[in-house]
């Protein structure tokens, strides 16, 4: 290997590092985001005569885009045994797919 490929190799594996770190730390902002708001939501219900319980629309809607958020930020990527797998298949196709 030469120096530029192992220079570019180590360029694109600090991005893909700064990419994942800036990911979890958006996603740790949105969590703390979300047990506040929702925290003090509770806490207004609770004060307010406790009826029906009003802050599980909000906890229940944006709990799904926090899921998500966190599926995203933690889950693995496609294996490189899956991307040759689907490269090759995508080649036995031709261009016209």
């Known amino acids: ?13 600090r991005a893909r590092a700064v990419e994942r770190i800036t990911k979890k730390r958006e996603f740790w902002s949105h969590l703390a985001a979300y047990v506040l ?3 003090a939501l509770v806490v ?5 005569g ?3 319980f009003w802050p599980v629309f909000p906890v229940l809607g944006w709990g799904i ?10 889950s693995a ?3 490189e045994d ?3 797998h689907e490269m090759g298949r995508l ?7």
Request: hydrophobic share 35%; aromatic share 12%.
């Open 37 to 39: 708001v929702n925290g």
């Open 91 to 97: 080649q036995d196709q031709g261009p016209t797919g």
């Open 65 to 74: 885009g926090l899921f998500f958020h966190g599926w995203e930020t933690f």
């Open 77 to 79: 990527g496609p294996s």
């Open 82 to 84: 899956r991307i040759r």
């Open 44 to 48: 207004i219900w609770a004060l307010t």
């Open 1 to 13: 290997m030469s120096t530029p490929t192992i220079e570019r190799d180590d360029a694109d594996l």
């Open 50 to 52: 406790a009826g029906f």
